[in-house]
């Protein structure tokens, strides 16, 4: 291939005339055509067939996922790099759940563009993608852990919350692993803490009475769907470690 054609589709004049000057600069692509408009920029990609499309998410009419959503549809399908300010993991999850080969945070140097996009090209670029994504996702499990424990009555000061913390990421990992709550789950997470397995089983015992002395098993209760418990039992601990991350599981995460 002589040249790589590319599409650039951004809203700033500004930062498609510095991307353009950067690819022909460079020799080995060719803009072909460029719009600020999400619509056009469907469009132009539908009937010139690009090799590569360079967007941001902010659009006239189509946002970014609004294209990047149809593109999931096209026969052609070239690659897309996201050149964008929004910087939340969730925004960059879902470009690369919807089809972006490539995530890059503004303000950048158009010089380092020309080298992803070359990059895009010779497949160099799929770890970085791949970490992303893992970092995007034990991002999104701690959350939801958080807001699990915290809803239930489970302080984050005391030892026990980040035990459990760790016992429930384990479990969703190996669940097999919650039948060997002595032999490996303690052992594994006194590893990490650099503490004994028997504290870590009475920091999570802990953790399990000070939940249940709080009174919250309404709370406990709807966040499993079911009456679970009552007031007057508590699961041991492999039975909560069990239940969240079967939860979790579940759901998605």
């Given at each position: 291939?002589?040249?790589?054609?590319?599409?650039l589709?951004?809203?700033?004049?500004?930062?498609?005339?510095?991307?353009?000057e950067?690819?022909?600069?460079?020799?080995?692509?060719?803009?072909?055509?460029?719009?600020?408009?999400?619509q056009?920029?469907?469009?132009m990609?539908c009937?010139?067939?690009?090799d590569?499309?360079v967007?941001d998410?902010?659009?006239?009419?189509y946002?970014?996922?609004?294209?990047?959503?149809r593109?999931?549809?096209?026969?052609?399908?070239?690659?897309?790099?996201?050149?964008?300010?929004?910087?939340?993991?969730?925004?960059?999850?879902?470009?690369?759940?919807?089809?972006?080969?490539y995530?890059?945070?503004?303000?950048?140097?158009?010089?380092?563009?020309v080298k992803?996009?070359?990059?895009?090209?010779?497949n160099?670029?799929?770890?970085?993608?791949?970490?992303?994504?893992?970092?995007?996702?034990?991002?999104?499990?701690?959350e939801?852990?958080?807001?699990?424990?915290?809803?239930?009555?489970?302080?984050?000061?005391?030892?026990?919350?980040?035990?459990?913390?760790?016992?429930?990421?384990?479990?969703?990992?190996?669940?097999?692993?919650?039948?060997?709550?002595?032999?490996?789950?303690?052992p594994?997470?006194?590893?990490?803490?650099s503490?004994?397995a028997?504290?870590?089983?009475?920091?999570?015992?802990?953790a399990?009475?000070?939940?249940?002395?709080?009174?919250k098993?309404?709370?406990?209760?709807e966040?499993?769907?079911?009456?679970?418990?009552?007031?007057?039992?508590?699961?041991?601990?492999?039975?909560?470690?069990?239940?969240?991350?079967?939860?979790?599981?579940f759901?998605?995460?």
């Open positions: 291939m002589d040249s790589y054609k590319v599409v589709l951004d809203e700033s004049l500004v930062e498609r005339i510095n991307y353009r950067a690819f022909e600069k460079a020799g080995d692509f060719e803009i072909i055509n460029e719009s600020n408009d999400g056009k920029g469907y469009e990609i009937e010139q067939k690009p590569l499309v967007m998410i902010v659009l006239e009419t946002d970014g996922f609004e294209l990047l959503d593109l999931m549809k096209v026969e052609h399908k070239p690659k897309i790099l996201v050149v964008s300010s929004l910087k939340n993991d969730g925004f960059i999850q879902k470009a690369i759940d919807s089809g972006a080969s995530y890059m945070l503004k303000p950048i140097i158009s010089e380092l563009l992803r996009s070359r990059e895009l090209f010779e160099n670029v799929v770890e970085s993608m791949l970490s992303i994504q893992k970092n995007s996702r034990v991002r999104a499990i701690e939801k852990l958080s807001n699990i424990f915290l809803t239930i009555g489970i302080p984050a000061h005391i030892k026990g919350y980040q035990f459990l913390r760790e016992a429930v990421k384990l479990a969703m990992k190996e669940p097999s692993i919650i039948n060997s709550i002595t032999g490996q789950l303690y594994n997470i006194a590893k990490i803490f503490t004994s028997s504290k870590v089983e009475r920091a999570i015992r802990h399990i009475e000070v939940a249940w002395n709080r009174g098993i309404e709370n406990i209760n966040i499993f769907g079911i009456k679970v418990y009552n007031t007057n039992e508590k699961p041991t601990n492999g039975e909560f470690i069990a239940l969240v991350a079967d939860k979790m599981l759901e998605g995460a």
